[in-house]
């Protein structure tokens, strides 16, 4: 395998712009597309069954302003597709696949923004964009933003608790080895890097055993960048109860790690994660909570009253205390990036 990338795509963005705005949920939203995620592969299995809806979702968050899109890979992995009765090379396939579709939806837009099709009024600025006012077409905010850069794709990998589909990415006690780890996690990395992915996005992390596996595992890639994310138990500790400051102490001097931060967490715990994240590592801080509402693993629902209109709100604080990039998680929408997009580019 031949890895060439040797820059930091999330450096790149934030050296012209103070924030980088990522994406939002993909599941909520591939359900809101009329697709049926009841099934232990979750968002996975509409690259099997309707692969272009995941390509319409991911438009729908370039076109709302994204800088980032975040593949559909959180659960797709060779152990899960195996139970599925689908060989190591299909498996494979379908985890490059999860690039292919976000580049192809990134490129697909950023030609629209270009020609001047996504209600760009201005001109081009030397690769960046000046764009014009707000549209509101079907429930998807259009691109509000000034100078954009192009966006990136970020592919995820998500936790082993994801695999398990017993909600054990916020708990972390798998008690499993590292070996263990690892052997699941190295393909699909290989996998993700080999399809041409910008980043990798190691989220919803919940034990520091798991994140120390996946930067070591980065090492084998020493061409390629990663942010690391973790779920958390509160507002001071992740959710096997490591403190977030140890994790930033540990983590926060990796050269290959290129930003750190916590994702699919409330939003009302954000702000104290990132001081403590802020003040212990020089890292940029990367911070993307759900709506507010409660998962129930073991129904697999939502419950309780989501906060995400807030969310452009509640950025300000995230930004004052040392976030730079923001996005969603479960259950946030194109919109909520759009209002994201439009408060941090004008």
Same mark, same amino acid.
């Given at each position: 395998m031949t890895q060439t990338q040797q820059t930091n795509p999330i450096e790149q963005i934030l050296r012209e712009h103070p924030v980088m705005i990522l994406d939002g949920a993909l599941a909520t939203e591939l359900e809101q597309h009329g697709c049926d995620l009841d099934d232990p592969l979750w968002s996975a299995l509409v690259l099997l069954e309707n692969p272009d809806v995941i390509v319409q979702v991911h438009a729908d968050y370039f076109r709302a302003g994204a800088d980032c899109a975040i593949t559909s890979s959180y659960q797709a992995t060779v152990d899960g597709f195996r139970k599925r009765g689908i060989g190591e090379q299909e498996a494979l396939d379908l985890i490059r696949k999860t690039v292919e579709l976000a580049v192809q939806a990134r490129d697909d837009v950023w030609a629209e923004v270009q020609e001047g099709g996504v209600n760009n009024t201005e #001109?081009? &600025?030397?690769?960046?964009?000046?764009?014009?006012? !707000?549209?509101? *077409?079907?429930?998807? $905010?259009?691109?509000?933003?000034?100078?954009?850069?192009?966006?990136?794709?970020?592919?995820?990998?998500?936790?082993?608790?994801?695999?398990?589909?017993?909600?054990?990415?916020?708990?972390?006690?798998?008690?499993?080895?590292?070996?263990?780890?690892?052997?699941?996690?190295?393909?699909?990395? #290989?996998? &993700?890097?080999?399809?041409?992915?910008?980043?990798? !996005?190691?989220? *919803?992390?919940?034990? $520091?055993?798991?994140a120390q596996v996946l930067i070591d595992l980065l090492k084998e890639f020493p061409h390629a960048y990663a942010w690391l994310s973790f779920s958390l138990k509160d507002g001071t500790a992740i959710s096997e109860g490591t403190p977030i400051e140890t994790c930033a102490q540990l983590f926060g001097s990796e050269p290959q790690i290129a930003a750190i931060g916590l994702n699919c967490a409330p939003m009302e715990v954000v702000t104290e994660a990132v001081s403590i994240l802020s003040r212990t590592s020089d890292k940029p801080v990367i911070v993307y909570p759900n709506s507010g509402e409660v998962y129930d693993a073991a129904t697999k629902t939502w419950s309780g009253q989501g906060t995400c209109g807030s969310m452009s709100d509640a950025s300000e604080q995230w930004v004052a205390a040392g976030a730079k990039i923001i996005g969603g998680c479960c259950r946030t929408t194109p919109h909520q990036i759009g209002e994201l997009a439009k408060k941090w580019r004008g």
């Open positions: #001109a081009k &600025l030397e690769g960046n964009l000046v764009l014009g006012t !707000a549209q509101q *077409t079907s429930d998807v $905010l259009e691109t509000v933003v000034l100078a954009r850069p192009r966006p990136m794709v970020a592919a995820s990998v998500g936790p082993y608790g994801a695999y398990l589909a017993d909600g054990s990415e916020y708990i972390g006690h798998y008690g499993v080895s590292d070996e263990t780890l690892t052997a699941f996690h190295r393909p699909r990395m #290989a996998a &993700l890097l080999e399809a041409g992915a910008d980043i990798l !996005a190691f989220e *919803t992390i919940p034990s $520091l055993q798991e």
